[in-house]
């Protein structure tokens, strides 16, 4: 039995969840609106969780998307700590772990991803942290104190985000990753592999091309064994493996899913009515001329506002370039684009290595940009990759200085190596 019924029904309580609340109310000021989320929190940011909480740079009660009295200025109804096992998409439909049945006009999946889990002995362990929410921060904070000892397998974002937490708070940390060097996905070789030099010289022990075979607990310690024969002991395990895009839900309403929930340039799914935004859609880059899904931030924001823009009648394209970032010590840097190093790269750096902008090449086009160390840069580089011409290395240096004159100058000279 359908107990109400609604607008617009957001299943998400994420930022995408949250930020369509924004978009929606850009154009309809009146609409019902639900918002479904599994975590008993408001939305949040997810970033602090392995960045600022960590460094003291943000509180918990800063990191939420909006307070509390936001969603009821909007009329928006919240139903947290709530999983939405069924879409219905011929009577418009959801059920929920209570057995509430609510109808929509308009639905909005933002259901983001969830932690890859590893199939070893050992990987469902009490205690390992597959990190990813606020609760995952919450239980660990607890844990940490000077002294103590931690294993983080993966070498990715976050993993290279929360070995740096933690080495910044005491902790002795070991890395685990089947990647010859840290952030291999998005970092060319000689970048890796100069960051990874500067987190063993900061005291992080790293076991790289190597991975974790299995899990034990030993009293109160977790013992890692690796593929490479190493045995680790440590108070802590964190895993940042990645995650999946959870298209669970669409998957099994009969809407179209592929590496992700399948949309148009309008955050529609292959049905007209129900959207998806954030980690779990996979949508149409307008400027790189490819589909693509995208595990950020930027993305979320965006993609969500839009997403609730359109649910209300926008009728608008996605044409937005969402960009990333990372602090990794002292090194940090922001990216949009494509960021493949198996894509051509050219390095223009100020500072080896450290300062300089890294492009990101197909056939001699601009695919994406790194400014590293290098900030306010982010319309340049946006710029760049639309133009799509032809560019010689020597055309590259300097590149993104002459298409932003206006803004604060730092200086880039052609790299002694090239990857």
Not at 68 to 79: I, M, Q
Request: proline content about 4%; hydrophobic content about 40%.
């Amino acid at each position: 039995m359908v107990e109400k019924g609604y607008n617009y029904v957001i299943v998400g309580g994420g930022l995408a969840g949250a930020s369509a609340v924004e978009g929606i109310r850009e154009r309809d000021k009146e609409g019902s609106i639900l918002l479904v989320g599994s975590e008993r929190q408001l939305p949040y940011h997810r970033p602090p969780l392995s960045k600022k909480l960590w460094f003291g740079k943000k509180k918990v009660g800063e990191i939420f998307v909006y307070e509390e009295e936001f969603y009821a200025r909007n009329g928006v109804d919240l139903e947290l700590g709530a999983l939405v096992t069924s879409v219905d998409i011929d009577r418009k439909t959801i059920l929920d772990d209570t057995g509430r049945q609510v109808h929509f006009d308009k639905l909005l999946l933002a259901t983001g991803g969830v932690p890859r889990r590893l199939d070893i002995p050992g990987g469902d362990l009490d205690g390992i942290s597959y990190y990813r929410y606020l609760e995952d921060y919450l239980v660990m904070r607890s844990e940490v104190s000077e002294g103590k000892s931690a294993v983080v397998v993966g070498g990715g974002f976050i993993g290279s985000e929360m070995a740096a937490a933690l080495s910044f708070n005491k902790i002795a940390v070991t890395m685990v990753y089947p990647e010859p060097y840290i952030v291999a996905r998005i970092f060319p070789q000689s970048l890796g592999r100069a960051i990874q030099q500067h987190y063993i010289d900061r005291g992080i022990t790293i076991l790289h091309d190597d991975l974790p075979i299995a899990f034990q607990k030993r009293a109160d310690k977790f013992v890692t064994q690796t593929k490479g024969g190493a045995e680790v002991e440590s108070d802590i395990l964190v895993v940042g493996a990645g995650i999946l895009p959870d298209i669970n839900l669409a998957e099994r309403a009969g809407l179209d899913v592929a590496n992700g929930v399948m949309v148009n340039d309008r955050l529609q799914t292959s049905h007209p009515d129900i959207y998806a935004a954030g980690d779990n859609a996979n949508f149409p880059y307008a400027v790189l001329g490819q589909r693509m899904r995208i595990e950020h931030w930027d993305n979320a924001l965006n993609q969500g506002r839009l997403a609730g823009a359109n649910m209300a009648g926008a009728d608008e394209p996605y044409t937005y370039m969402p960009y990333f970032y990372s602090d990794l010590f002292e090194f940090g840097y922001e990216a949009v684009g494509d960021i493949d190093p198996r894509l051509e790269t050219f390095a223009a750096w100020k500072k080896e290595n450290d300062t300089g902008v890294i492009y990101y090449l197909k056939e001699g086009r601009v695919r994406g940009v790194m400014l590293c160390n290098v900030w306010e840069k982010l319309d340049a580089a946006r710029e760049l990759i639309r133009k799509g011409e032809r560019m010689s290395k020597e055309d590259l240096v300097g590149a993104i200085r002459r298409l932003a004159p206006s803004e604060r100058q730092f200086v880039v000279v052609k790299p002694r190596c090239q990857v």
